[in-house]
């Protein structure tokens, strides 16, 4: 090997002396939080105790000789036996579940009394099997013994050693004692909504109580339960979190999702909350649809008609603000076709090849909500244009889009379209066929905006045949549902059955009749105005439906 050259060495040297410098100048490396992350992974992998660390081997072997002689021969015995209740053999059920073998397991630990710390490790291996023994789905005598097992630790729980420096687990389970009762984990509920505390961390660090022990899904049923008695307030408060555990729990999601939803329908004000109607229907699937009915007849009839009204709202706000290209006058039929929605009892999407195909996240979970009511649409022209058709009382009506485009209305009984098919045309073969019974373009004609001419045609339309008035009131996604709306399915073959409507139908049909513009602000503690002449047969009719006149308004308001 050729020797360095004196440059080189000098500079080996050189770099040897600021290393050891450096290690020199370096404080003695303090292990005690690595010592404490050992300690908890080997509590979270063994189960922190004296026992656990054992082979599976060794507590069969033992476990063995238990069943074959009934007796616990000495300390490592007891210590082995007292871990392995949970494991099952070959044609035989384990201990936790035998109904001969385990009330004489827990007399033969019970010897053990006078050996303070070996029996204190027994009973740690009897709280694993009591943590980690899942009794919703027991065998045999397991839920009997579960029961027993319980309260046997709980017993002798005050009697355990406490002398010297006690294991992290008995502080654990001495500040968790709550545990070994018939009501385990409902003091968890609230502290964890409302973030005063997680015990779930020393639950799983010093118990072993891992994700699959009864215990987490305890505190989820405590978590909900907590939120569920909450005040309104309180309730919105938390409902964030609570959607988040929902969503994190999928086997115990539909329980817990059905009491928040009807938790929710029993506020005082119902308007829509985005997240849970979204978290709803991607889980339940659309709300008025009938093939849905094994997952949303888990909650109340009028819960379902208040997720049904906001999914409706939330795709007549999608469709206009997505799927068209009015701009400002997009926002006009948003809040025209809302104020309908508890009457809209049915709907259908026909998408162009644009919207259709379109990759971006909002599209994709615009066609996810509309899953069950999205259809190809033909023959639209720009392949940019869109279609919403909606069912109120016995007619259909048809928006399109694209500008330039009318709104049509179809006898429902008697549709040149059928809905059940996977495309519909947007021309005069279908979507805009000659047979329409009515036809309103969205311009505003003289002295007159399109939606009072709209609304006076959904109000004649609705009351054909001696159909109920339709309501354009504030709907339910504000306010209570006081009527449940009709299912129709929307197709050539469907008959024509008035929908249901609110109590004061009669009134707004009777503003429709004469063009009284109104503003009801009801739901937000304010009152129903009607602009109407102070004097006239009109101001007659409304002093008799118990309107009073405000001079300083000019109009009248509907006296509470």
């Known amino acids: ?96 579940e035998d109904c001969d073998r385990f009330d004489p397991l827990l007399s033969e630990i019970d010897s053990f009394r006078s050996m303070p710390r070996p029996y204190r490790r027994c009973w740690r291996g009897l709280l694993d099997g009591y943590v980690n023994y899942d009794p919703g789905s027991a065998r045999g005598a397991g839920d009997r013994n579960w029961r027993v097992l319980r309260e046997y630790l709980n017993d002798n729980l005050l009697h355990l050693e406490r002398s010297g420096q006690a294991p992290d687990w008995l502080a654990a389970i001495d500040d968790n004692a709550n545990l070994l009762t018939e009501d385990p984990c409902t003091r968890y509920g609230a502290e964890i909504l409302t973030g005063e505390g997680d015990p779930l961390e020393v639950l799983r660090r010093d118990l072993s109580a891992g994700d699959t022990s009864w215990i987490g899904r305890r505190i989820f049923e405590a978590q909900i339960e907590a939120a569920v008695r909450f005040d309104d307030r309180r309730f919105r408060d938390v409902l964030p979190r609570v959607i988040g555990l929902i969503e994190e729990h999928d086997v115990l999601a539909n329980e817990g999702l059905s009491r928040v ?150 006898d429902a009984a008697k549709l040149p379209f059928d809905l059940s098919k996977l495309q519909v045309a947007g021309n005069k073969t279908a979507l805009k066929h000659p047979s329409y019974v009515a036809r309103i373009v969205h311009n505003n004609g003289v002295g007159e905006r399109w939606e009072r001419k709209a609304d006076r045609l959904i109000a004649s339309l609705s009351s054909t045949r001696g159909a109920p008035q339709v309501s354009h009131t504030t709907p339910s996604y504000g306010t209570r549902p006081s009527a449940p709306p009709q299912s129709h399915a929307m197709s050539s073959k469907s008959p024509s059955t008035p929908s249901n409507v609110r109590g004061d139908a009669d009134l707004f049909a ?47 308001y509907l006296r509470s």
């Not at 770099?15 to 020199?24: C, I, N, P, S």
């Not at 992998?45 to 072997?61: H, V």
Request: glycine share 8%; charged share 25%; hydrophobic share 40%.
């Open 261 to 410: 939803l009807d938790r929710y329908a029993e506020c005082a004000s119902i308007e829509m909350d985005p997240a849970l109607c979204e978290t709803s229907v991607s889980r339940w699937g659309n709300p008025w649809l009938e093939r849905n009915d094994t997952l949303w007849t888990l909650v109340r009839p009028d819960t379902r008609r208040m997720v049904s009204s906001w999914h409706k709202l939330r795709l007549i706000e999608d469709f206009f603000n997505l799927l068209s290209a009015d701009g400002i006058n997009d926002q006009r039929r948003i809040n025209f076709w809302k104020r309908y929605v508890d009457q809209i009892s049915d709907m259908h999407f026909a998408l162009g090849e644009a919207a259709y195909r379109d990759p971006r996240p909002s599209f994709k979970a615009l066609r996810q909500m509309m899953k069950g009511r999205m259809m190809s649409l033909t023959s639209g022209g720009v392949s940019s244009n869109n279609a919403f058709i909606m069912r109120i009382a016995g007619h259909v009506y048809v928006e399109f889009g694209e500008e330039g485009n009318a709104m049509f209305a179809f």
């Open 510 to 556: 009777f503003f429709a009749k004469h063009g009284i513009k109104t503003a009801d602000s009801r739901d937000k503690g304010g009152s129903l105005w009607a602009y109407a002449p102070r004097s006239g047969p009109e101001a007659n009719e409304l002093a008799r439906r118990n309107f009073a006149w405000a001079e300083r308004r000019g109009a009248w």
């Open 1 to 96: 090997m050729r020797p360095l050259s004196p440059r080189i060495a000098r500079l080996q040297q050189r770099l040897t002396d600021v290393g050891a410098a450096a290690f020199r100048d370096m404080p003695d490396p303090d292990l005690r939080a690595l010592k404490g992350h050992v300690q908890s992974l080997q509590a979270m992998l063994s189960g922190a105790g004296a026992g656990a660390g054992a082979s599976n081997d060794r507590i069969q072997t033992e476990l063995v000789r238990f069943r074959e002689t009934g007796k616990l021969h000495d300390v490592r015995s007891a210590r082995l036996v007292s871990w392995g209740t949970r494991l099952r053999s070959v044609g035989q059920p384990a201990l936790i």
